[in-house]
């Protein structure tokens, strides 16, 4: 059974901090990359940062240098470290794998997601 799940979101002020970490399950996590998305209401879900089974890291230019996509093979676990939060963050977030050798944005695997809030 493939799982992902992600945790680690919630209420946060602008210009806080969280990290979401995203446990995989069911799969060969060593051979996908990992993504983040997000989705916030009455919008559609966009790409925010991936990371190449290689460790190559990806941005959307709304989240460069404020977010940190990493990875941990061993523990089969993708992180997303967020700096100075805006209130635009707010988002249900979502890990998702995309095996290593598929073109463009086949991510097969999706989380459920984890709520970012953003506010004073």
């Known amino acids: 059974q493939v799982q992902l799940e992600e945790s680690g979101g919630g209420l946060v002020q602008p210009g806080g901090s969280l990290r979401l970490s995203c446990a995989a399950s069911g799969f060969t996590f060593s051979n996908y990359a990992m993504g983040w998305f997000r989705q916030a209401p009455g919008k559609e879900r966009e790409f925010v940062a991936a990371i190449t089974s290689g460790g190559t890291t990806n941005y959307a230019d709304s989240v460069k240098g404020r977010f940190t996509i990493s990875r941990d093979n061993a523990k089969r676990t993708v992180y997303l470290q967020m700096s100075i939060l805006e209130p635009e963050d707010t988002a249900v977030y979502y890990c998702?794998?995309?095996?290593?050798?598929?073109?463009?944005?086949?991510?097969?695997?999706w989380g459920q997601g984890t709520q970012v809030t953003v506010s004073s």
């Open positions: 998702a794998a995309k095996f290593r050798l598929s073109v463009g944005n086949d991510y097969r695997y």
